[in-house]
């Protein structure tokens, strides 16, 4: 491993659970396969990433914000 790597490695290893969770997920989702997952397989994951996610804000355990908040930064940051 790389010295880059290994810096990218102990900072990601500072980040809370679910953020190291995002990162795994999204670094394993960039590897080519060699088992081969079918469409299927892939589409019953995000199923269950997106009911984990549903359940999460539900419960009150993520932090949310209304949508005119959101809408309103976004269009501001698109405006630059």
């Keep these: 491993m790389t010295s880059d790597a290994q810096t990218i490695l102990r900072d990601a290893l500072l980040l809370g659970q679910d953020e190291r969770a995002g990162i795994a997920a999204e670094l394993l989702a960039s590897l080519d396969s060699e088992v081969g997952e079918d469409e299927a397989a892939i589409a019953q994951a995000w199923a269950e990433e997106l009911d ?7 419960d009150g355990d993520e ?18």
Aim: hydrophobic fraction near 45%.
């Design 52 to 58: 984990r996610r549903a359940t999460r804000v539900l």
């Design 63 to 80: 932090a949310t914000e209304a949508w005119d908040v959101v809408r309103d930064r976004v269009l501001n940051d698109l405006s630059r």
